[in-house]
């Protein structure tokens, strides 16, 4: 059964830091895409950053500088290390995995995927 498990989020001052955890199961990460998004009440959500399977990052302009996004493929999982935070950072942050057909370790996979954990509850505010 595939799964993204998050976990870490919590009740932070402003200024604090967090660092959020994604476990993945059912499948490994190395060929893997793997994203950090939030989604605030009454917003859309947003992709916050992103590592690449040959550790390219990126990152939304609000969290760089402050945000790190990480992966250990041999635990098979992927980190969001949050310094500095702002209470607009509060939101329900999801990991995701996405992968495209193609070629990838030699085999080559017919079927695009994409998979999304259920969220953990980051909440900044003093």
């Known amino acids: 059964q595939v799964q993204l498990v998050e976990s870490g989020g919590g009740l932070v001052q402003p200024g604090g830091s967090l660092r959020l955890s994604c476990a993945a199961s059912?499948?490994?990460?190395?060929?893997?895409?793997m994203s950090w998004y939030r989604q605030a009440p009454g917003k859309e959500r947003e992709l916050v950053a992103t590592?690449?399977?040959?550790?390219?990052?990126n990152y939304a302009d609000s969290v760089k500088g402050r945000f790190t996004i990480s992966r250990d493929n041999a635990e098979n999982t992927v980190y969001l290390q949050m310094n500095s935070l702002k209470p607009e950072d509060t939101a329900v942050y999801h990991c995701?995995?996405?992968?495209?057909?193609?070629?990838?370790?030699?085999?080559?996979?017919?079927?695009?995927?994409?998979?999304w954990g259920q969220g953990t509850q980051v909440t900044v505010s003093s």
């Open positions: 590592i690449t399977a040959d550790f390219s990052t």
């Open positions: 995701n995995a996405a992968r495209g057909s193609g070629y990838y370790g030699g085999t080559y996979y017919y079927t695009a995927k994409n998979y």
């Open positions: 059912g499948f490994t990460i190395n060929y893997y895409t």
